[in-house]
C-alpha cells in the first residue's frame, strides 16, 4: 500500500514553469557572462547562415561558365569563384572562432552554477532541523547534491546554447530563403507548427517520467549507500534476498521510467527527420518547376536546397536538447526543493550569556512530539542543581533520548519551557548555547583523518598536550600509541580501522577536551568490555564532579553513584530518588534492575 502511495505521488505534475522561473533567477547572477555567450553565439551562427547563399552565388558563377564555355562564348571565370570561396572561408572561420568563445564561456557558466549551488547545498545542511534527516534518507540527499547537481551542469552547458543558435538559425534561414524566393519559403515554413505540436506532445508525454526518473535514482541511491553501510548486520541476518528484492523492485521502476523517457524523446529526431525529408521533396519539386520557368537561378536553387535541410536540422536539434532540459528541470527542481525546506531559525535573542552559566537546569512543564496528533513527552517538570549527575532510565521508547535533545534544541517545545540558570533556553543564541554542552552518543562519530585531528574536533584550538591529556582521562592514551602512526594515524572514511569500543573512547575524550558546562552521556558506555568500562567510568566521575550531567543508561551498574534517577516511562516522570532509595521502593525500577541483575532485596 505505501508503495502504491509512493508510486502515485511520483505521477503527479512537476511545477515545470515555477522550477524555470528559480532557474533563470539562479543563473541571472551571471547574466553578463551569458549575454557575452548569447553574443557569440548569434554571431556564430549568422555567419554560418550567410555560407550557403555565398556558395550559391559560386555556383551559379560555375554554372554560367560551363554554359558559356558549351556555347563557345566563353569560360569559367575562376578568379571570381576564389575570391567568393576564400570570403567564404573567412566567414567560416570566424564562426568557428565565435564557436569556441561561447563554448569556453558557457563551460565556465555551467561548472560556477555547480559550484554555487553545492556551496548553498553545504551550508543548508547545516542550517536543517533535525526532523529533516527524520523523513529523509542520507542517500536522497547525497543523490541530489552528486547526481542532480551534475545533472543540471552537464544540461545546462549543453542545452541553453543549443536552444538560442538553433532560434537564430530557423529565423536567419527563414529570412535568407525569403530573400530568395517567398512562396518556396512559406512551403519551407509550414514544418514548424507541424514540429510544435509533435514536440509538445512528446514533451507532455515523457516529462513525468524523466521526473520519476531522477526521483527513483535517489531512491536507488539510498539504498546502495543503506546496504554499503550496513552490509555485515545483512549478512549476519541472512537479509541479501530481501535487500535484493527490495533494490530490484526500485531499480526496475528506475529501469521503467527511464527506458519510457528515452524512448519517447528519441522519437523525436526520426519524426522531425521525416518531416524534413518530405519538406525537402516538396522544395525540389517546386524548385525545378521555378528553374525552368526562369523565376529562379541554379545557384538559388542549390543555396535553396542547402537552407531547406537546414532548416529542419536546427528543428531536430530541438528535439533532441528537449529530452536533456527535461532532465535538468526534473533535477532543478530537486535541488530548489531541497534549498527552500524549513530551516532551523534562530530564535535566540541573545538576551542570555553562556559564559556565565553554572548550569541549574529546569524543565517546566514540557510536552513534545513529532507530531502534534503523537504526544511523546505529555507533561515532564524537573529541577536540577549545578553539579548534579542526573541518570534517566525506562524502557526503550519512554523519551528518554527525547529528553536531551530538547535540552539541546535539537527539536522546538509543544509547550512547557526550558530554563537553564533562570533564563529560557530560546533566550540564547543557538551556537553559543550549544558550545556549552558536550554530548557522547551511542552511535560514536568520527571523521576521516587523524586521530589527533578528531580529538581536536571539540576544541579546535586546543595544545597537542591539552588533547594527550584528554586522552589519558579517558584511559585511551596507551591504546593510541600502539597503532601505527600514534595520534597521526589516519582513520579511513568508514574509521573501520579501529573498532566500535575504541571509538566510543576516543569520543569521550573528545568531549572530556571540549570542557563543557553541561555533560550528556548517552549510552556512553555501552561499546566497551567491563574493564574499561570501570575506568571510563572512574574518568566521567572526576569529569563530571562541579558540572551538571544527565547520563542516559540501559546499563543500571553505571548510575548507581547518581545524585538523582530519573525513571521514565511513556513520557512522563514515574520515580525520582537515589539508587538505594529506588530499590527499597521496590517499583518500577526495582523491576527494571532485577531484569539486568538476579538479586533479591
Known sequence: MAKNEQNKGLEKAKDVKGTIRKLIKYISNYKIS??????????????????????????????VGLINKI????????????????????????????????????????????????????????????N???????????????????????????????????????????????????????????????????????????????????????HVDGEVEEMLGGYPVIKAFNAEERMLKKFDYDNKKLYECAWKSQFLSGMMHPIMNFVGNLNYAIIAIVGAYYVVEGKITVGNIQSFIQYSKNFTQPIAQLAQVTNQLQTMLAAAERIFTFLEEKEELETGKAICDVASLKG??????????????????????LKVKSGQKIAIVGPTGAGKTTIVKLLMRF???????????????????????RH???????????FSGTIMDNLRYGKLDA?????????????????????????????????????????QLLTIARAILADPKVMILDEA??????RTEVLIQEAMDELMKGRTSFIIAHRLSTIQNADVILVLNHGNIVEVGTHEELLKKKGFYYDLYNSQFEQVS
Not at 365 to 375: D, N, Q, R, S
Not at 478 to 493: A, D, Q, R, V
Open 525 to 530: 558506555t555501552s561499546n566497551v568490555d567491563t
Open 132 to 218: 529533516y534527516f527524520d523523513r529523509v534518507t542520507t542517500g536522497e540527499t547525497l543523490s541530489i547534491i552528486s547526481n542532480d547537481v551534475d545533472t543540471l551542469g552537464m544540461s545546462l552547458n549543453e542545452s541553453a546554447v543549443t536552444v538560442v543558435t538553433s532560434i537564430v538559425t530557423v529565423i536567419g534561414i527563414f529570412a535568407m530563403m525569403c530573400s530568395i524566393n517567398v512562396v518556396l519559403a512559406i512551403l519551407t515554413a509550414l514544418v514548424l507548427p507541424v514540429a510544435s505540436i509533435l514536440i509538445m506532445f512528446i514533451v507532455n508525454k515523457s516529462q513525468k517520467y524523466f521526473a520519476n526518473q531522477q526521483s527513483y535514482l535517489g
Open 34 to 63: 551569458l549575454m557575452i555567450v548569447f553574443i557569440v553565439a548569434i554571431l556564430s551562427t549568422i555567419f554560418s547562415i550567410v555560407g550557403p547563399k555565398i556558395l550559391g552565388n559560386a555556383t551559379q558563377e560555375l554554372y
Open 411 to 433: 527539536y522546538p517545545l509543544t509547550d512547557g519551557a526550558i530554563y537553564i540558570d533562570g533564563c529560557n533556553i530560546k533566550d540564547f543564541k543557538r551556537e553559543d548555547y
Open 71 to 130: 556555347q563557345g562564348v566563353g569560360g569559367i571565370n575562376f578568379e571570381a569563384i576564389g575570391k567568393i570561396l576564400l570570403f567564404l572561408l573567412g566567414l567560416y572561420i570566424l564562426s568557428a572562432i565565435f564557436s569556441y568563445i561561447e563554448s569556453w564561456v558557457m563551460a565556465g557558466i555551467s561548472k560556477k552554477v555547480t559550484y554555487g549551488l553545492r556551496k548553498e547545498m553545504s551550508e543548508k545542511i547545516k542550517k536543517l532541523p533535525m
Open 360 to 381: 541549574d537546569v529546569t524543565f517546566d512543564h514540557v510536552k513534545f512530539g513529532y507530531t502534534k496528533e503523537k504526544i511523546i513527552i505529555k507533561d515532564f517538570s
Open 436 to 446: 556549552a554542552f558536550g554530548m557522547v552518543l551511542q552511535d560514536a562519530w568520527l
Open 463 to 503: 595544545t597537542d598536550e591539552e588533547v594527550i591529556a584528554s586522552a589519558k582521562k579517558a584511559h585511551v592514551d596507551h591504546f593510541i600509541k600502539t597503532l601505527p602512526g600514534g595520534y597521526s594515524m589516519e582513520l579511513n572514511e568508514e574509521t573501520s580501522n579501529v573498532s566500535s569500543g575504541q571509538k
